[in-house]
Nanobody, 122 residues
């Protein structure tokens, strides 16, 4: 069982930046694809970005490309989501997720963190 722990959320103003972190419990976390998702109140959970365990390729949702950057530090078993120019519509609970590395982008993520709240005021 892989445990994921997110941190870095908080209350910020429109235009501010935040960096979220996700630490994995497994030594072999470098083999996992890592993803970030978010869920706003009353809405479904949406994909934001992910980074491959093998090769480090990244993908982004259109809604955040150019503002958000995903990265990872395998030595620290940690994935990051740098969020710039935050907007009130970015307010949500942000979740980290992991899965065994795969070439199939729609493979479901298996392990999930507990989420961290991001609130952006106007």
């Amino acid at each position: 069982q892989v445990q994921l722990v997110e941190s870095g959320g908080g209350l910020v103003q429109s235009g501010d930046s935040l960096r979220l972190s996700c630490v994995a419990s497994e030594r072999t976390a470098r083999l996992f694809d890592m993803g970030w998702f978010r869920q706003a109140p009353g809405k479904e959970r949406d994909f934001l970005a992910d980074i491959a365990g093998t090769g480090g390729a990244t993908r982004y949702a259109d809604s955040v490309e150019g503002r958000f950057t995903i990265s990872r530090d395998n030595a620290k078993k940690t994935a990051y989501l740098q969020m710039n120019n935050l907007k009130p519509e970015d307010t949500a609970v942000y979740y980290c997720a992991a899965r065994f590395s795969t070439i199939r982008p729609n493979t479901p993520y298996i392990w999930w963190g507990q989420g961290t709240q991001v609130t952006v005021s106007s």
